[in-house]
T-cell receptor, first 112, second 113 residues
Framework: GDSVTQMEGPVTLSEEAFLTINCTYT??????LFWYVQYPGEGLQLLLK?????DKGSNKGFEATYRKETTSFHLEKGSVQVSDSAVYFC???????????FGTGTLLAVQP | DVKVTQSSRYLVKRTGEKVFLECVQD?????MFWYRQDPGLGLRLIYF???????EKGDIPEGYSVSREKKERFSLILESASTNQTSMYLC????????????FGEGSRLTVL
């Protein structure tokens, strides 16, 4: 069935470091791809999305490109801040009802 | 500011109790969802609803039921709580056509003793 695999955490970085969180998926058809973020004590919120191959989603300095050939949607940011500390979830749409399939989440901790 | 509001942030219940988790959204969304979030497992879909009085099972519906009597309100019911239902429960909503763009509540952390 459809599934998603994302990088295990925690990922610990110093402020201003480069961030990559890997995400790969298996899906039939052409899923839309999403990254959600969960800040401490809060619910999830949409960070960015891409709906077709080669689309780049971006928001708050984060970017991810829909790579159909490698079935990947890796999250990147050039210079992380302490305020980026959160759990990040990769989520393609999939399955019979085209709902989101969430990854296990990657905890990012940014140290000053 | 648009919102999804979950009635309780923290609950402690005893095994066998009936538990109600309430969720209200003010965005006039057609779709509503209940997930549970557990460490190492991510989010798993329990039930969802595309319309009033309509419900569909998600991936882990066993031990749960739902109610959607009004468009803005979606309730999750644990008929007889068990310790393995200790978890964080997240409610979400979306427009009918946007099954990927969800708006989440802050979550309800349930502990079953």
């Amino acid at each position: 069935g459809d599934s998603v695999t994302q990088m295990e955490g925690p990922v610990t970085l110093s402020e201003e470091a480069f961030l990559t969180i890997n995400c790969t998926y298996t899906a039939t058809g052409y899923p839309s791809l999403f990254w959600y973020v969960q800040y401490p004590g809060e619910g999830l919120q949409l960070l960015l999305k891409a709906t077709k191959a080669d689309d780049k989603g971006s928001n708050k300095g984060f970017e991810a490109t829909y790579r159909k050939e490698t079935t990947s949607f890796h999250l990147e940011k050039g210079s992380v801040q302490v305020s980026d500390s959160a759990v990040y979830f990769c989520a393609p749409t999939g399955g019979a009802t085209n709902k989101l399939i969430f990854g296990t989440g990657t905890l990012l901790a940014v140290q000053p | 500011d648009v919102k999804v509001t979950q009635s309780s942030r923290y609950l402690v219940k005893r095994t066998g109790e009936k538990v109600f988790l309430e969720c209200v959204q003010d965005m006039d969304h057609e779709n509503m969802f209940w997930y549970r979030q557990d460490p190492g497992l991510g989010l798993r879909l329990i039930y969802f609803s595309y319309d009033v009085k309509m419900k569909e099972k998600g991936d882990i519906p066993e031990g749960y039921s739902v109610s959607r009597e009004k468009k803005e309100r979606f309730s999750l019911i644990l008929e007889s709580a068990s310790t393995n239902q200790t978890s964080m429960y997240l409610c979400a909503s979306s427009k009918r056509q946007d099954t990927g763009e969800l708006f989440f509540g802050e979550g309800s952390r349930l502990t079953v003793l």
